[in-house]
């Protein structure tokens, strides 16, 4: 677009031609009032507020749908102006009730800050005001639509962000009405924007109904550490508690949106189910202790099980991978300091001796850009929804999204989807590798000269070669393929041949930031399922919950709970397993109470500082690892402050993992595979303490679907359960396997 030059009250500003009139003055610092205006979505034009008077036009204009030209003169504070945007504030007052003390938005609302300006004392209508009965739309969202202004920010939300067009005007003149179209209320995992983007207290947090004033939180920045993307949000407290989270802004991240369950969470700090203080095991039965006492027994257990007699080879560190990068790198500085090298965060993993090893190498922002997608193995709207927040916009520019999944998930977006076999992911990849070897006059490798390219392989290369910006995503549900380690090599090599990207998303939370701690076991060190097969004699566990942690969840509570083997367990909550094989219990913080770091998908290290102090006797981690580490009178931790640790940290080499390119295709599986997912509310412990999120549709996902063929085979039916889940027939899974989203805890036969 040209420049130009337009004057705006009295002063020259530079702008673009056609650019819109309200994005100068915003740009610009001129105050112009909106409600129905929002940067991030469509032009609407429906509450009149920021009408403005341009000179050599008859009738005040809307200043967030007219277009600027050169040499336009706006007035926007003129006598003219003013009197337009105060009729229009008198007529949007005609109906609003005053309840401004009884309303969650008091103090935070759009329409009271611009009335104190634009309204009057008086009204002269003296008519009784129409009243709109509250819809229940869910547990996570409050609505009193009475005071609804009509100007369908939440409704173009839902249809131009979320994907999901739930909400909608229905009705005419004074009995139009914003509501829900389905008598089933929100189901987005995106809805909680919903309340951020209304300009009154139509919308409000329904957790945090009635609780306070804005005026009387604390504010904290903040990143959310429930998936990659680590969305940067403010959490609000009051008294030593966090009583609202709410999005913050980051372009380059996730712009000016957060996830139901980054914005929910919090709720899951206050259970009751909170461990706060610590706790020994004495002849079998637990006792409360302080600190001193309860770290003087660890460590004395430590000693004589493992460290006295030399036996530090025997001693594991496991880690949930929720953990910040800080607690991470001490936890591994603190065991490699006293000789041990059986380190892991890997948890969920079945085969740990060939795992998946993949860069993603694609910023977020990017992801807007691809003209091509394939999507392997995962549900992007309810795993990584600020991804597929991304993708669905990419989708929306043009973009062409292909799937590779066992299950036709419910997307937001036009998808080419093919459901196929977890044993046939790897072959329809190699198919298409050839094909593209072949279009670039390459010679095949010799484990794919005998794969005959399927009509499928060859539709998804020819989209990836005729595509300039390509993006291949490797999800979640490959994780526990025969052949992951396969088909993420593959992956790796059709993105060099298509000049494509890669993005991979087999592991959520703080993954990368335990991979940049090196977090992992080096050669003499062994991994998750090898320590639980081995005969160790201690274990140290961090923020680990095994029902709903470990794959081999029955194996590791029978290493666990061995005679023979000390635990020092640090967790947020209470466990009934984990007080089973435990033989001291260290209260340590959750998220909001701790500082420390996450590392996103964009190799970007984003640091927080603790918003609240954790209850009680609770701890953070990386505290209670540095007081281990002075007691066992380690060298070089000697920290005062998660800064010093952080700094340190930022010094290390980022792990770098050199794959071998060895690939086996003819490694499937004889048995019906089992994909087991939890429920996006509750893959972490603080998730599945959050009682808004699990009572909400997406919480209360709980199904083992399988196809018709399957269920023959497995002699189930509707009504039956498949390890404890419920069980649903349905034509959209491929044949022979079972995908399993589940609310419950791993079931303990499955191994």
């Not at 129905?36 to 920021?50: A, E, W």
């Not at 869910?138 to 609804?148: K, S």
């Not at 504010?219 to 959310?224: E, G, L, N, R, T």
Request: aromatic share 6%.
């Amino acid at each position: 677009m040209a420049s130009i030059t337009i004057e705006i009250d009295g002063n020259i500003v530079n702008a673009k031609a056609g650019e819109r009139l309200i994005t100068i003055t915003d740009r610009e610092g001129i105050s112009v009032p909106r409600f129905c205006y929002h940067k991030k979505l469509s032009v609407s034009t429906s509450c009149r507020m920021c009408l403005v008077d341009i000179e050599g036009v008859p009738k005040p204009q809307t200043a967030c749908s007219t277009p600027v030209s050169d040499g336009m003169k706006i007035h926007t504070q003129n006598e003219k102006a003013k009197a337009s945007q105060k009729a229009v504030m008198e007529f949007l007052l005609i109906n609003h009730p005053l309840d401004c003390p009884i309303c969650d938005q008091g103090g935070e609302c759009e329409l009271q800050d611009v009335a104190v300006e634009y309204g009057s004392d008086v009204s002269r209508f003296s008519e009784g005001k129409r009243v709109v009965a509250p819809s229940d739309i869910g547990p996570l969202i409050q609505t009193d639509m009475t005071r609804c202004i009509h100007c369908t920010r939440c409704v173009r939300f839902g249809s131009e962000i979320a994907g999901i067009m739930e909400m909608g005007g229905t009705g005419r003149g004074e009995d139009l009405k914003i509501e829900p179209f389905l008598a089933e209320g929100i189901t987005s995992e995106l809805s909680g924007n919903m309340i951020d983007v209304c300009p009154v207290g139509a919308l409000t947090s329904k957790p945090f109904r009635y609780e306070l004033r804005s005026w009387q939180m604390a504010s904290a920045d903040s990143v959310a550490r429930h998936d990659l993307v680590g969305s940067n949000l403010y959490a609000q407290t009051y008294k030593g508690l966090v009583k609202r989270v709410v999005s913050g802004d980051n372009e380059l991240v996730n712009e000016t949106w957060i996830s139901d369950r980054d914005r929910f969470s919090y709720e899951g700090l206050a259970h009751e189910n909170r461990l706060l203080l610590p706790q020994i095991k004495v002849e079998g039965q637990w006792k409360e202790v302080e600190w001193n006492v309860a770290l003087d027994f660890a460590i004395k257990g430590l000693n004589k099980n493992a460290l006295n007699s030399r036996k530090a080879h025997k001693l594991g560190g496991l880690a949930s991978s929720t953990a910040t990068t800080e607690e991470f790198y001490l936890m591994q500085k603190m065991l490699r300091e006293i000789g041990c090298e059986n380190i892991d965060y890997r948890l969920n993993v079945n085969n740990l001796d060939d795992p998946i090893h993949l860069d993603s190498n694609i910023k977020l922002s990017d992801l807007e850009c691809v003209d091509n997608v394939l999507v392997i193995g995962a549900n992007l709207r309810l795993e990584q929804p600020m991804i597929n927040l991304r993708l669905r916009k990419a989708q929306l520019a043009g973009a062409t999204v292909s799937a590779l999944n066992v299950k036709a998930f419910d997307y937001n977006h036009k998808t080419n989807h093919s459901t196929v076999s977890p044993n046939e992911i790897a072959t329809i990849l190699a198919g298409a590798l050839k094909v593209i070897l072949e279009k670039n006059s390459l010679e095949a490798p010799s484990y794919i000269t005998n794969i005959n390219p399927s009509e499928l392989s060859i539709n998804l290369a020819g989209k990836l070669l005729n595509s300039e910006r390509s993006v291949i995503v490797l999800g979640e549900h490959v994780i526990n393929n025969t052949q992951a380690a396969s088909i993420a090599q593959m992956v790796a090599q059709i993105a060099k041949q298509v000049n494509g990207k890669t993005l991979n998303v087999t592991s959520s939370a703080n993954t990368l930031g335990a991979q940049y701690a090196h977090f992992l076991p080096k050669s003499k060190g062994m991994n998750t399922n090898e320590m639980l097969t081995a005969d160790m004699s201690a274990f140290l566990l961090l923020d680990i919950y095994p029902e709903y942690d470990f794959h081999h969840s029955n194996s590791a509570v029978e290493a666990l709970s061995k005679d023979d083997v000390f635990v020092v367990s640090l967790n947020s909550f209470n466990n009934e397993l984990v007080a089973q094989y435990s033989d001291v219990l260290l209260p340590m913080a959750a998220m909001y109470e701790t500082s420390g770091s996450h590392v996103n998908i964009n190799h970007d290290m984003q640091s927080f500082a603790a918003a609240v102090k954790a209850p009680e006797e609770a701890k953070p981690a990386w505290k209670i690892l540095k007081v281990f580490a002075d007691l066992l009178e380690l060298q070089g931790f000697h920290y005062e402050n998660i800064t010093q640790v952080s700094e340190e940290l930022r010094h290390q080499k980022i792990y770098k993992h050199k794959q071998d390119i060895a690939i086996e295709l003819g490694k499937k599986s004889p048995a019906i595979e089992t994909i087991w997912m939890h429920s996006a509310y509750h893959s972490d412990a603080l998730l599945r303490h959050a009682k808004s999120l699990s009572s909400s549709k997406i919480g209360q996902t709980n199904s083992a679907s399988m196809n018709t063929a399957t269920a023959k085979e497995l002699s189930l039916e509707c009504g039956n359960t498949y390890l404890g889940v419920p069980v649903v027939v349905s034509d959209s899974v491929a044949d022979r396997c079972v995908f399993v989203s589940s609310n419950q805890s791993t079931d303990m036969g499955r191994e």
